[in-house]
């Protein structure tokens, strides 16, 4: 009975050393081969392109900086909120009486064709 035990523990034991075997060299090459483009807004590296927003002439900025820009462009004050809705549009909310954010503007900022450009960006950059 203890025998069979120790045997268990010790395959299981012999499977998480292979496990580390083969999952630690792809997180290196990804970390090695990931793109670091500028930011057009505050000049600093973006570290994340799935965090960066493409801009008409195909640069890229923080998420962050584009927000604040956006938020500045649009005089976005409380209680409204300035949010990203996916597909490089943003949105103004506005709540109502019972204090539901609905949609106040709506604001194109990536068109379609630089969003696919820059998937394709991280695609090619990825292995
Ligand atoms: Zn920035």
Redesign the pocket.
């Known amino acids: 009975m203890s025998r069979n035990k120790k045997k268990l523990r010790d395959r299981s034991q012999e499977e998480q050393v292979v496990k580390k075997h083969v999952v630690l060299p792809d997180v290196e090459v990804k970390k090695i081969k990931e793109p670091r483009p500028i930011?057009?807004?505050?000049?600093?590296p973006?570290e994340s392109i799935i965090e960066a927003i493409t801009e008409a002439d195909n640069s890229y900025?923080?998420f962050?900086?584009?927000i604040k820009t956006l938020n500045e462009k649009y005089h976005v004050q409380e209680p409204d909120k300035l949010s990203y809705i996916g597909h490089g549009n943003f949105a103004i909310f506005t709540p109502d009486e019972e204090g539901k954010f609905t949609i106040k503007e709506r604001i194109n900022y990536e068109s379609n064709e630089s969003y696919a450009s820059m998937i394709k960006f991280v695609e090619e950059h990825k292995e």
């Open positions: 930011c057009s807004i505050c000049g600093e973006i900025s923080h962050d900086c584009v």
